[in-house]
């Protein structure tokens, strides 16, 4: 069973950074691909950034593209989600998640088909102010 806790979140307003964090145990950490998710007031989880056991491929929605990095350490069993420039349209709950055997790049679509990961953390609130 991996246990996850997502920190970091807070108020920023509109251009500001933020990054997110998120810890790990439980688990055999440096084998589990992870991802970043949101979910908006109002709106369906959605797909942010993932990242592979090996941090040497990563994968992130148009709508980030550019402006998030996802990264993790796992010699501290850590993930991290680096949000720059960020638009109100950011503002979300922000939620890390793992899978015991799924590809990081197929988190990207795994919601929109209706599956889900195999562990959630309990989400952290961002939210961007104009």
């Known amino acids: 069973q991996v246990q996850l806790v997502e920190s970091g979140g807070g108020s920023v307003q509109t251009g500001g950074s933020r990054r997110l964090s998120c810890a790990a145990s439980?688990?055999?950490?440096?084998?589990?691909?992870m991802g970043w998710f949101r979910q908006a007031p109002g709106k369906e989880r959605e797909f942010v950034a993932s990242?592979?056991?090996?941090?040497?491929?990563?994968y992130y929605a148009d709508s980030v593209k550019g402006r998030f990095t996802i990264s993790r350490d796992n010699t501290k069993n850590m993930v991290y989600l680096q949000m720059n420039s960020l638009k109100p349209d950011d503002t979300a709950v922000y939620y890390c998640?793992?899978?015991?055997?799924?590809?990081?790049?197929?988190?990207?679509?795994?919601?929109?088909?209706?599956?889900?990961?195999?562990?959630w953390g309990q989400g952290t609130q961002v939210t961007v102010s104009s």
């Open positions: 439980g688990g055999t950490f440096s084998r589990l691909a």
């Open positions: 990242i592979t056991y090996s941090g040497s491929s990563t």
């Open positions: 998640a793992a899978d015991q055997t799924l590809h990081a790049q197929a988190m990207a679509y795994i919601l929109l088909g209706g599956g889900t990961m195999d562990y």
